[in-house]
């Protein structure tokens, strides 16, 4: 494996795609050919890139759920009930975690146990055992583009049946689907794969066939700062630009402060198109996602409503060009159709409401300032230790702390930098580590620690980070003491 920032070769993708085929029997079912074929006459309704393309044009914020069942007619009414009941702009398909882990016996097992029981026993579809046929069953039943969800590391085979069962987005990236997921995965061993899958979207690009590619913005969504989860999908979307992929969503996860939130949302947007255009990539077309809160909810569901809304309202005064929607049921575990249906029509409430404001304040624009210097420093990094090569770059700064994700399990991650939130919300880095902030930003999230516990009345310390992580939980974002 030598890996290096530079687009895969006819003959080492053709050579590797034969074995990757030969993982699985279902692998036999695709044919490139066919596959482009199948996806030209699809209606441009169903085109991923197509719609985001268009909504933002117009500054429109789209709405997609997450939603993933065991048997293809379940999850076809489970996709239907939030197209037509949930009012849903975009559609998932969410992969099972034993397809996640490249499990294809255990998830074959699962789809047998579900049919016996009459109820999903995985959490979520199993897309390469259902093989490309199956996937077509999905698509042809609903009216809107569908998009592939999962988690996995190695997504090379269940990317070939995805992209030749006719779905037009696929979220991940080596990096992100990777140390906030996996324990004992090398980094350079993921970063390689995804260029695989990236290389594979961007030869449908050359044959006409344009799929959106999603690199997973939450992280571990535990009090990740925007810096670093920017840095992150920025890196993804150039590596995927090397290999010829043109349309890329780049995503972040709600941090709970709304001036930080929307800030970090914008500049995420821009800053991607700048490295873009920096690198020689100005073709690809960028757009941006929200996901709603991502740690722990209120069990009461009007609460959970509320913290939905919040959300909502985040993405709607970025200009997100869509948002990852929450249910009212995400503190019970897997939400019924019903409710998961109730957060997508609250969402697009929200949404509706507020499309036409604009979030304008001196606050606003100098938090856009501190996220960009923050984020350029830390992405630059990446390539002087590449020495210009960004795929080299990131394992590098991975080793050394550069990039330092916050409570993931990955045991390659540093671990080392720890964040809190400030008096007002806003993540800071409480420890910075390795991270390579410039000293008069440094300074800047010392101050805004050192406010806080001036104010909470005790010394700036990792218990703020405890008390954060439950905070909303119990309905509160900072997690102040009681008095």
Known sequence: MDLRNKKM????????????LEQWPTGKEVDFDESVAYHKAMPESKSFSKKLAKAKAERRTLIQPRAGVAL????????????DKGEADLLPTTIDSYTRQ???????DGIKESVRTQKSMLNGFPAVNHGVSGCRTIIENLDIPVQVRHGTPDARLLTEICYAGGFTSYEGGGISY???YAKDVPLERTIYDWQYVDRLTGIYEEAGISINREPYGPLTGTLVPPSMSNAVAIIEALLAAEQGVRNVTVGYGQCGNLVQDVAALRVLEELTEEYLDRYGYSDVVVTSVLHQWMGGFPQDEAKAFGVISWGSSVAALA?????????????????????NAQGLRCTKQAISLLADQELKSSALELEKAIIKGETCAIVDKCFELGMGDLALGAVRAVKAGVLDIPFAPSKYNAGKMLPARDFEGAVRYLNVANVPLPRELADFNRGKIEHRAKMEKRKASFQMTIDDVYAISKGRLVGKPKN
């Open 319 to 339: 200009k997100a060009t869509k948002v990852i929607v929450k249910t009212p049921h995400e503190a019970m575990g897997v939400p019924t159709m019903e409710a």
């Open 178 to 180: 990777n140390i906030p």
């Open 102 to 108: 490249n499990r294809y016996k255990e998830a074959e």
């Open 72 to 83: 293809i007619d379940e999850h076809v009414k489970l996709l239907q009930y939030l197209q």
């Open 9 to 20: 070769s006819d003959d080492e993708f053709y050579g590797i795609r034969k074995e990757i």
